[in-house]
């Protein structure tokens, strides 16, 4: 396995990150995971590519844009990289399922495309 830039980051923020779960706050990132994937999946139009495509950039947000709005707002609060960490791991925990779920339509138009 290899290593990824955002590792670091996440070792060195993890009791940050740590702090912020409780009193619902992972169950309302994981409602709002799964509100983003079904509003792009039902948003996407016919062809699945798009849907998942759709759901999983709703779903997902960008990181970068989150942590610069968080900063240039909210400048002395210093939970808000972790907060934006935690929901991309919450993010990518619920976005599996979806993706295991639509895998089967993607190998069923991958022969309807041979045939």
């Known amino acids: 396995m290899t290593a990824t830039a955002t590792e670091p ?13 409780g009193n619902g706050t992972l169950l309302a990132l994981a409602a709002f995971v799964l509100f983003g994937l079904a509003i792009g999946h039902l948003l996407g139009g016919e062809d699945e590519s798009n849907r998942t495509v759709l759901a999983l950039s709703t779903a997902s947000r960008h990181p970068g844009v ?3 709005f968080a900063h240039a707002n909210f400048p002395q ?12 791991l919450v993010s ?23 045939a």
């Open 9 to 21: 980051v996440l070792f060195s923020a993890m009791p940050q990150v740590l702090s912020l779960i």
């Open 66 to 68: 989150a942590i610069a």
């Open 77 to 88: 609060q210093k939970l808000a990289m972790a907060a934006v960490l935690l929901y991309l």
């Open 92 to 114: 990518v925990i619920v976005s599996v399922p979806y993706l295991s779920w639509v895998r089967p339509h993607y190998t069923s138009s991958a022969s309807e495309v041979d």
